[in-house]
């Protein structure tokens, strides 16, 4: 097994948790935390991509680390709107209880 | 000029509506801030008039150096000024009348809301004129963050909060989705300029298959196609009208578009058959969305629906063009009827939708309520806002001399093209039913609307403020424009498939 495959295989088993925790958790924090690993996921695989081997040693390309570090600054934008919108769902319901506020089709 | 300088002038007016906001705030005059936001606005959509009507050449702009892998580059072409031309436009419009209808209705945050609404239009720019994979994931993410904030927008309501939260999780999904496949592209070619990867992706494998299939779901979720739709129908209502009116009429275009440009030019539809995928989402959007559009009491919500069909007849339009395009190559003139339709429906969509959600707006304004069934007859008290929402649903319903019939027109001639293809005729006879169901349920809602008998006359109705009139009518007058001007549109539409077709 190469490096290629142990790291973007980590990156699929973190999106596929990910998903399972959207697919499967009722609380909002926990579905928000679960974007943020189907994000960390993607980002993996980014890095992984950009891996060369330059004279025996692995390096990784300057244009991936640019792209991962703009990737993770809009993953922080997103989660921090996600928390705010569920900060003002807990306002309104007193919970963050999923089942408890679908009025509308989900 | 610089050829980009509508885009900086968006971005850098965004960030000047904030420190001008402080200004207007200190000398009294808060209810002004909405007309620097359409000054900027209207300047680009000037701007890129301007470019088209001198016709461009193709432009580039490289942020570090021109032949590195590493660029930032943007990149002006046909295409992107099409549909640039279309954002601007329906964004001037909408933001001319969030300006009245913001006063009105009395929202709270108003401070905030012209600067989200440039960033998204900047955004979706951004994403037109982008030419690596990394600068379009960067203004898509920049309007979708403006988009769901904008549906989230009157936070004191549940509605629009758990709304705007489903739209989140559904959107970034999806935009994950298209980070992965982006990924994916960046293993095979090493790069992400768009010319390095038309050139790589071709030898690319079941890699690249897999970035395909990641990059259709993607897009797909803003363009709205039928399995990862769920998320308009709640969030186009409990937005403001305006942002409902850009929501419906640009934003999921932008993932019509992104689909187009990615699809047509990278994954080049010679070497892969996504035309029968594309199909296959195309007829199972509109089947569906006009099948459950019926059943709508919310004249916001109704709306929503018929634009998940219209996204299904531009999608499908697509598809037959990609399907010609890889069974039959010397068909390449059915291809290219197929792409006109589909990228004049995106324009006449734009317009009609975009029409009949600020119509919808100023009946709900004066109604107090989205219920088609409280808002029958409301029409004849308000003749010119009337009228002007008539001409948007014929426009969308395909009426024959308005440029709504020419855009299905164009997709049903290629689907007939081949008469011997049972799998293009097929598509198209559904296309056509779906067409006939739909103009029938937007006749309905008009005479619902307008025609209707109300039992007592409300004292409290009348013709919408002037500062919405304006707008609603100017859209009007552009959907009747373009049925006029048919053929320089159609000489533009011819130099944007260049692009595309090659």
């Known amino acids: ?106 | 000029m610089n050829p980009f300088t509508p885009l900086f002038l968006l971005l850098g007016g965004s960030l000047a509506s904030l420190l001008a906001d402080q200004l207007l705030e200190r000398v009294g005059a808060a209810r002004w801030r909405g007309c620097l936001a359409a000054c900027i606005l209207a300047a680009a959509l000037m701007l890129f008039t301007w470019e088209a009507y001198l016709g461009v050449s193709v432009a580039e702009f490289r942020l570090i150096g021109p032949e590195s892998p590493l660029t930032a580059s943007l990149k002006l072409d046909y295409l992107s000024l099409y549909i640039s031309i279309i954002f601007c436009g329906l964004g001037l419009a909408a933001c001319i009348y969030s300006i009245k209808y913001l006063e009105l209705e009395s929202e709270t945050g108003v401070d905030r809301y012209y600067l989200l609404l440039l960033t998204l239009i900047a955004g979706l720019v951004g994403v037109t004129l982008a030419d690596d994979f990394f600068t379009l994931y960067v203004f898509w993410e920049l309007m979708a963050l403006s988009s769901y904030s904008l549906v989230a927008f009157r936070k004191w309501s549940w509605e629009a909060v758990e709304a705007g939260f489903k739209y989140l999780v559904m959107s970034t999904m999806g935009s994950l989705a298209v980070l992965l496949g982006i990924a994916v592209l960046y293993g095979i070619a090493g790069s992400l300029r768009f010319d390095i990867l038309a050139q790589s992706i071709p030898s690319g494998g079941p890699a690249a298959l897999l970035a395909l299939a990641l990059i259709i779901v993607g897009f797909g979720v803003t363009a709205a196609a039928v399995p990862f739709h769920s998320w308009l129908p709640d969030a186009h209502p409990a937005a403001p009208t305006p942002i409902s009116a850009i929501l419906s009429g640009i934003v999921i275009k932008a993932g019509a578009y992104a689909m187009l440009w990615s699809l047509f030019k990278l994954f080049t539809p010679t070497v892969y058959g996504f035309g029968v995928v594309l199909i296959a989402f195309g007829i199972l959007t509109m089947s569906f969305a006009n099948i459950v559009v019926v059943m709508q009491g919310d004249i916001k919500r109704f709306l929503a629906y018929s634009s998940i069909a219209n996204m299904g007849y531009i999608i499908t339009g697509m598809g037959i063009a990609a399907y010609i395009l890889r069974s039959y190559p010397s068909m390449v003139g059915a291809a290219a009827l197929a792409l006109t339709g589909a990228l004049l429906h995106i324009l006449n969509h734009a317009l009609g939708k975009g029409l009949s959600f600020l119509c919808a707006g100023c009946y709900i304004l004066r109604q107090g309520s989205r219920e088609i069934s409280e808002l029958e007859g409301i029409g004849a008290e308000m003749p010119a806002t009337t009228a002007s929402f008539g001409i948007g649903l014929l426009n969308l319903a395909g009426v024959p001399p308005l440029s709504g019939f020419w855009s299905k027109f164009f997709i049903v001639s290629a689907g007939l093209g081949i008469p011997s293809d049972g799998l293009l005729l097929t598509t198209t006879l559904i296309f056509i039913l779906n067409s006939v169901l739909a103009a029938g349920y937007y006749l309905w809602l008009l005479q619902r609307i307008a025609f209707k008998r109300r039992g007592e006359a409300d004292p409290a109705a009348g013709e919408a403020p002037a500062l919405m009139l304006a707008p609603v009518i100017a859209l009007a007058a552009a959907c009747i424009l373009i049925t006029i001007t048919i053929s320089p549109v159609l000489e533009f539409i011819r130099a944007v498939l260049g692009v595309l077709l090659g």
């Open chain 1, 1 to 106: 097994m190469n490096i290629y495959e142990l790291y973007f295989g980590a990156s699929i088993i973190l999106i596929v948790l990910g998903l399972y925790a959207i697919a499967s958790k009722r609380n909002l924090v926990r579905i928000v935390l679960g974007l943020e690993i189907i994000t960390l996921g993607v980002n993996l695989s980014i890095i992984t991509m950009g891996v060369r081997v330059l004279g025996g040693s692995y390096k990784v390309d300057a244009l991936a680390q640019g792209m991962v570090a703009i990737s993770m600054a809009i993953g922080a934008a997103v989660a921090a709107l996600a928390l705010s919108m569920a900060i003002n769902i807990y306002r309104h319901y007193g919970t963050f209880d999923i089942r408890k506020l679908r009025r509308l089709r989900w």
